[in-house]
């Protein structure tokens, strides 16, 4: 579900995450905050605010990841009182207000905690938390699982080039272009999907 979620969040499918919503509704879906902060991070990206705020009102579990889909989905659109009104109140309930920092290790063990074997989607979103917090050792391990997914994704490669470089970590730069050129491996190039009339065109 979290996978399908962030999907539709990418692609900006409102429709298709509402209906997946229901559908958790209706075979009565424990949403932990996992799968919370998924829907949460699905409305906001297709622009329905009301509703990411009803599903993060009705948590009964919202830790620091939850918080800051919410702080910045209302950022996103405009709603700049109402991100400093939830920061604040996201430290009255004791919440320490440090973003995701530090939070990488505990993101790692509860993907490896989960029943069902995490996909792309979800080894993609903890790379780029690494990346962010240039936690290199992590990065490693994260990638390591993303190759052994698909070791013919070029996208994988050119990320933990990227990420060594903002690092100044040439030799394993370099190590990465070679290690591509060796398997054969090339860079999809990159394309927009759009939604018209529930068909997607890719442009």
């Not at 604040?88 to 490896?112: V, W, Y």
């Not at 962010?132 to 391990?141: T, V």
């Not at 997914?149 to 030799?171: E, I, K």
């Not at 394993?172 to 939604?195: A, W």
Request: proline share 2%.
């Amino acid at each position: 579900m979290v996978s399908l979620l962030s999907a539709r969040a990418h692609l900006g499918a409102l429709d298709m995450g509402e209906w997946i919503h229901g559908f958790i509704r209706t075979k009565k879906i424990k949403i932990d905050f996992v799968l919370g902060n998924a829907l949460i991070d699905m409305y906001f990206k297709c622009g329905n605010v009301e509703s990411a705020i009803q599903v993060f009102h009705g948590l009964h579990d919202r830790n620091i990841f939850c918080w800051n889909s919410v702080i910045i989905g209302l950022g996103m659109h405009g709603y700049g009182k109402e991100a400093v009104d939830a920061f604040i109140a996201m430290e009255r309930e004791g919440i320490k207000p440090d973003g995701r920092s530090g939070c990488l290790q505990e993101a790692l063990e509860l993907i490896k905690r989960k029943p069902m074997k995490p996909n792309a989607v979800v080894w993609g979103g903890l790379l780029r938390a690494c990346h962010k917090h240039k936690d290199a050792k992590l990065g490693e391990q994260v990638t390591d699982n993303l190759l052994s997914l698909d070791p013919h994704d070029g996208g994988n490669y050119v990320f933990l080039s990227n990420f060594y470089a903002s690092l100044n970590r040439w030799t394993e730069v370099d190590q990465c272009r070679k290690l591509m050129i060796k398997r054969g491996v090339r860079k999809t190039p990159g394309c927009r999907s759009i939604e018209v009339e529930n068909m997607y065109m890719n442009l």
